[in-house]
């Protein structure tokens, strides 16, 4: 990889659509490394890195494998150079809401499904690039690291008819908070923040408003945040959360809210 100048490599999953694309789009940029890991690459994506001079490799992985993804990203990790690195960067972003039901009324499959893209796959690819990086600093690299988890308020307030989903997230911040402390024991430990984005207007809140109200008590409310436009856009969200990734304290709380003041 003959690249002109140090560039900065952002491993980027669940970036086919919604607040992933969005940040996709505004990371593709000269300077830049991304890898967008997806169930689905994204053709109008690869398109806007081409027009920009970007470099951009898509795979289409079905994150419910995570050791397959994880195994994979070894290897592509391994095969880079850190001399030629500025920084590198993993942002866990994709997620998956199963059926709209009290627990009882999801097939098993399902929960599965949901927990391993949720958080399994997130375990696994950040296991993965904590020891990658970890040999590439011990044998000299002193770029920064640092691991975005995408969580969500339902991480930190439970919903009736959400169980798969508020527990991947809670998930989520409780294996952020185990990392930061396994981090800060190292001199140049990767930084680590699983981040609360905001309500996003995607295709999650499209499903979660034709929840029936027999069986999601809270659908009102997403009925109602969505007519009073306190629905963030996609673009918006990227926007906010890329910088908070730039923030100088990033690391500092662990468990955050992309509102957080700096």
């Known amino acids: 990889m003959n690249l002109p100048t140090p560039p900065h490599l952002t491993i980027l999953t669940g970036a086919s659509r919604g607040m992933g694309l969005s940040m996709a789009q505004q990371l593709l940029a000269p300077g830049r490394i991304l890898l967008c890991i ?5 053709n109008d994506l690869a398109a806007l890195a081409q027009a920009r001079g970007a ?6 992985q079905d994150l419910a494998d995570s050791q397959e993804a994880a195994e994979r990203l070894e ?6 150079h850190a001399a030629e690195l500025d920084s590198a960067t993993l942002i866990n972003n994709a997620g998956v809401i199963p059926a709209i039901s009290p627990l009882g009324g999801i097939a098993a499959s399902d929960l599965a499904n949901a927990l391993r893209v949720g ?7 950040t296991s993965v690039f904590l020891r990658v990086t970890g040999r590439w600093v011990q044998q000299g690299w002193s770029g920064p690291r640092k691991v975005l988890n995408i969580s969500s308020g339902l991480g930190r307030r439970a919903m009736a008819s959400q169980a798969a989903y508020c527990t991947a997230k809670a998930g989520m911040d409780q294996f952020s908070q185990c990392v930061a402390l396994e981090e800060a024991a190292h ?7 699983s981040l609360a984005p905001g309500v996003i207007d995607t295709d999650m809140q499209v499903q979660l408003r034709a929840g ?3 069986a999601f008590p809270d659908v009102g409310n997403f009925i109602g945040m969505k007519e009073r436009g306190q629905l963030t856009s996609p673009d918006a969200a990227a926007a906010r959360v890329l910088a908070y990734l730039e923030r100088p304290d990033f690391g500092a709380k662990v468990v955050a809210d992309v509102r957080d003041p700096a």
């Not at 470099?55 to 289409?60: M, V, Y």
């Not at 290897?75 to 880079?80: D, F, I, P, T």
């Not at 958080?119 to 690819?125: G, K």
């Open 212 to 214: 029936d109200p027999a």
């Open 55 to 60: 470099h951009l490799e898509q795979w289409s």
């Open 187 to 193: 001199p140049q430990g990767a930084r680590i923040v």
């Open 75 to 80: 290897r592509w990790l391994g095969s880079l």
């Open 38 to 42: 997806s169930r689905r690459t994204n």
């Open 119 to 125: 958080l399994e796959s997130p375990l696994a690819l």
